[in-house]
């Protein structure tokens, strides 16, 4: 069935360096979502993106989605605490528009 | 900011008994979603709900579940023996329009469910 795979599962920084997670779809997708989900909290839309080759940026977040609109990316520039969360990308499922798929997750630890 | 609401917050529940989780979506919104969380792993799709029917359910949405628009507010969850492996977080969502026109999905807070 159709998967949505996020890499790495978790990731370690010091404060002020950069981060960057990874979402792979096994189907094109007609658009990606990107979720934070804070520590005991719930998801919390941050974007989507519906263009191949698309780039969109939030302050110090940079969110791509490919060319062939099979993978994604959330960047973040010098990483604050602030940014500690689990980070999921999730697209629509195959031929339906009301189902989302959700990645693992990538889970972000900073340290001050 | 307008928000999906749900209640209750925390519900502990033996196996076998019936749990009814109820959320209100925010008020113009016009699809509305369950999905669940199992600690530690990722969001899972339950069921949407469009024009007071269900529009799309997983294979975790199976005979024990079942969702209801009461009235012109809630949007319950009724699982109605619950098993062990229901424990979990269940979020309610809900959207003005579906994914394919950029319309944004809001979670609300979501309500843990203990089954002992």
């Known amino acids: 069935g159709q998967q949505v795979m996020q890499i790495p599962q978790y990731q370690h920084v010091q404060e002020g360096e950069d981060f960057t997670t990874y979402c792979n779809s096994s189907t094109t997708l007609s658009n990606i979502q990107w979720y934070k989900q804070r520590p005991g909290g719930h998801p919390v839309f941050l974007i989507q993106l519906v263009k191949s080759g698309e780039v969109k940026k939030q302050k110090r977040l940079t969110f791509q989605f490919g060319e062939a609109k099979k993978n994604s990316s959330l960047h973040i520039t010098a990483t604050q605490t602030t940014d500690v969360g689990t980070y999921f990308c999730?697209?629509?499922?195959?031929?339906?528009?009301?189902?989302?798929?959700w990645g693992l997750g990538t889970s972000l630890a900073v340290n001050p | 900011e307008p928000e999906v609401t749900q209640t209750p917050s925390h519900q502990v529940t033996q196996m076998g008994q019936e749990v009814i989780l109820r959320c209100v979506p925010i008020?113009?919104?016009?699809?509305f979603y369950w999905y669940r969380q199992i600690l530690g792993q990722k969001v899972e799709f339950l069921v949407s709900?469009?024009?007071?029917?269900?529009?799309?359910k997983s294979e975790i949405f199976d005979d024990q579940f079942s969702v209801e628009r009461p009235d012109g507010s809630n949007f319950t969850l009724k699982i109605r023996s619950t098993k062990l492996e229901d424990s979990a977080m269940y979020f309610c969502?809900?959207?003005?329009?579906?994914?394919?026109?950029?319309?944004?999905?809001?979670f609300g807070e979501g309500s843990w469910l203990t089954v002992v």
């Open positions: 709900f469009y024009n007071n029917e269900i529009s799309e």
């Open positions: 969502a809900s959207s003005v329009g579906g994914f394919y026109s950029g319309n944004t999905i809001y």
């Open positions: 008020s113009n919104h016009l699809y």
């Open positions: 999730a697209g629509p499922g195959a031929g339906n528009n009301r189902k989302l798929i």
